[in-house]
């Protein structure tokens, strides 16, 4: 069966050791006025300065996906809530921008790859790679980011080498869990997460 291409960035799906998923999310801030956007599903760094921002691919300074964020809109004066950070946002009166990530490095998470991934399954299970960013939706502020299955690193597919994600299982979603066609459905772990590491930002 040909899987759906329908990418939607990490979604939050379990814990290692089929710990108990609570939702929980901590509080960051986003620096006012950074122009890049944040989309619900990314996945965000840790800046020195204690913000965070959409990680680039090949980013170390993981700290979680991003789930939305509030602040004082500066064109309607009123509070808002947002799935995505839309960029330029500077809040009324100095605020900040406060935004909601799933930290735990134990937190597992569901992606879609951008192709077939040729080292197969479950042989897949253990290797790292990247994730692809790719512009979100303004309408419904969902990210679009997708798992790299196709130049990740050892030259073409995941392997043993450092990178963001890892990847743990494939998806049982019988629309997305067909390894042989396009857009598998993966569950991956950040591995290189700011709260799993020796050394810090």
Wanted: charged share 10%; net charge negative.
């Amino acid at each position: 069966m040909v899987n759906v291409n329908a990418p939607s960035g990490l979604r939050p799906v379990g814990e290692s050791g089929s710990n108990i998923q609570n939702g929980g999310t901590t509080e960051y801030d986003i620096n006012p006025g950074l122009a890049t956007t944040i989309f619900k599903g990314d996945l965000v760094q840790l800046l020195a300065n204690g913000t965070i921002q959409q990680s680039a691919a090949g980013n170390v300074d993981c700290v979680g996906v991003f789930n939305g964020c509030f602040y004082d809109d500066p064109t309607t004066q009123k509070p808002t809530w947002s799935n995505y950070y839309p960029g330029g946002i500077t809040p009324t009166g100095g605020g900040l921008i406060k935004a909601f990530v799933y930290d735990d490095p134990n937190k597992l998470f569901e992606i879609q790859g951008n192709g077939i991934l040729a080292a197969g399954f479950p042989a897949a299970v253990g290797k790292n790679t990247d994730i692809v960013v790719t512009n979100g939706n303004t309408i419904n502020g969902q990210s679009a980011s997708q798992l790299n299955v196709l130049t990740g690193n050892g030259g073409g597919v995941p392997a043993a080498g450092a990178a963001q994600l890892r990847i743990v299982g494939m998806s049982k979603d019988p629309e997305n869990s067909d390894a042989l066609t396009a857009n598998t459905n993966w569950i991956v772990k950040i591995v290189e997460h700011v709260y799993s590491r020796i050394t810090g930002v």
